[in-house]
């Protein structure tokens, strides 16, 4: 994914701050002061500051129409939408037959997009040992087959064979069943409905993105704010749209980042002879994102733009109850403080206190050698089910983290609350929030069958309530085993 890093300046010394968007705590290089990054699970704005003067895109407007006259050059700060996050997907695609042979593949043949050929499946080691029989008799055909595992050859002619060992590649809607894919999400679209701008997303960029917190002030002595005219909650909606995935079935979404980004582009207005039109160019890159749009388009840029768009705030990273210091973990999601001894859950501008626990589990190992791993236990609202286990901690691998709730759930750790000193803890990456989303594309992955699995965005499950509960994992090696079911995880994958 695309980098954004967020330039600003600390709160206590003035001195400048840079950070990666998504980070929750940061130190000052100059003072040293620890502070919290408020703002989480919001749609904050940012700007970004233009490369390219207004005579440089004047000159690049008219690559390829020297003739062409610049009649006036404006800047516009547009803004785009950017969704980040961890896409979790039950996916319908019916398992594939094995080979016939495990060393080589079989061939597809027939098929095609309008569906009127049958589509067959000819295993390659009977194609082979049939080609070896044409060339160089039966006895070197049998040694081939006798190589690739294949069966030996019948008495049947070629055609019946072929016909014969070729079945269907898809079974029936009986026998499919789902399966599970995981990506990284960057999407990125603009806040407004802008036809003729010809720049549909942020794009994916070699270089981080820097951005700055939105100050209209500061835009506004550069050129022209563009107003957004898409809402949060649409926005969102068409950030999680799973149009492009033809077979996903059910999907969630966690650690989403929203995030509007104001992205300077230069309009310029060029003329030959009676022809007027616009040329779009990026700021940044100097590249033209437009060679020739309409000029009504200045019509749809010139929108006032009304309200005060949120911003990350920072202040002192302290306890709510005792003023005492907390951690500086810029990833993690839940503070604990030494002091009093509460957990902190961040929340847009609040710090909200989180019930949790140690638990000690009698075969897990010395303490000392343990691994203290953090989990949800979600509370189902009135029903008899049992909790649902929902991992908090980061991992690399996602699928590993639906194979953990789906254990857990399945098998609950026996353990007993821990009852001295507090160890040494790992954080916590995915918030109660994320845990209800996970619990759920868990639940609904247990239906199997697509159809079962796409019905339960209809009666997904509620929750209650949310407890974190940290669970030893024993070491051995470079891995750290689940005492509950035994699953090993690669400590280096942990985030």
Not at 170 to 198: N, W
Not at 232 to 243: F, I, P, T, V, W
Not at 296 to 323: I, K, M, S
């Amino acid at each position: 994914m695309s980098q954004v890093v967020v330039s600003t300046e600390c709160p206590t010394c003035s001195g400048p701050l840079d950070f990666s968007e998504g980070t929750n705590a940061i130190r000052c290089p100059s003072c040293g002061s620890t502070l919290l990054v408020t703002g989480r699970k919001q749609a904050l704005s940012y700007w970004v500051a233009p490369k390219v003067k207004a005579e440089v895109a004047g000159a690049a407007s008219r690559t390829g129409r020297l003739e062409a006259r610049v009649a006036r050059t404006q800047l516009f700060f547009v803004p785009f939408y950017r969704l980040t996050g961890h896409d979790f997907q039950w996916q319908d695609v019916p398992p594939k037959p094995e080979p016939e042979s495990p060393a080589l593949p079989s061939m597809l043949v027939g098929g095609g997009e309008r569906g009127d050929r049958a589509e067959i499946d000819i295993p390659l080691g009977s194609v082979l040992g049939w080609g070896a029989d044409l060339l160089l008799g039966q006895r070197a055909g049998d040694v081939v087959r006798d190589l690739l595992g294949a069966p030996p050859k019948g008495e049947r002619p070629l055609e019946q064979v072929v016909l014969t060992a070729s079945r269907p590649t898809r079974p029936s809607t009986a026998d499919a069943s789902v399966q599970f894919l995981d990506r990284y999400v960057e999407k990125s679209f603009p806040a407004a409905d802008l036809p003729g701008l010809g720049v549909y997303s942020l794009g994916v960029r070699t270089q981080a993105l820097r951005v700055s917190l939105f100050q209209r002030e500061a835009l506004a002595a550069l050129g022209e704010i563009v107003a957004r005219q898409t809402d949060e909650g649409a926005a969102m909606a068409q950030g999680l749209s799973d149009r492009g995935f033809e077979h996903v079935v059910y999907r969630q979404v966690l650690g989403r980042i929203l995030s509007v980004i104001y992205f300077p582009l230069w309009v310029v207005e060029l003329t030959q002879g009676s022809e007027r039109w616009l040329t779009v160019v990026d700021g940044v890159a100097e590249s033209i994102v437009q060679p020739r749009a309409p000029i009504a388009l200045y019509d749809l840029l010139a929108r006032p733009a009304g309200g005060e768009p949120r911003t990350v705030g920072l202040r002192p990273l302290v306890c709510p109850n005792c003023g005492g210091n907390l951690p500086l973990e810029p990833d993690d999601v839940i503070f604990f403080c030494a002091s009093c001894n509460r957990a902190w859950q961040i929340h847009g501008a609040d710090l909200t206190e989180t019930p949790h626990e140690i638990g000690e589990v009698t075969d897990a190992g010395s303490p000392a050698g343990a691994v203290y791993l953090p989990f949800w236990q979600l509370e189902p609202a009135g029903g008899p089910a049992g909790r649902s286990w929902v991992p908090a901690f980061r991992y690399r691998r996602l699928k590993t983290l639906q194979d953990l709730a789906a254990r857990l759930t399945a098998k609950p750790p026996a353990y007993q609350p821990w009852m001295g000193e507090r160890p040494a803890a790992h954080g916590c990456f995915y918030d109660a929030e994320d845990a209800v989303l996970l619990a759920r594309f868990t639940a609904a992955g247990r239906r199997r069958t697509p159809d079962a699995v796409k019905a339960a965005a209809v009666g997904e499950p509620v929750f209650q309530g949310a407890r974190l509960t940290w669970i030893p994992f024993k070491r051995e090696g470079q891995t750290l085993l689940d005492p509950s079911t035994g699953l090993a995880l690669q400590e280096a994958l942990l985030g």
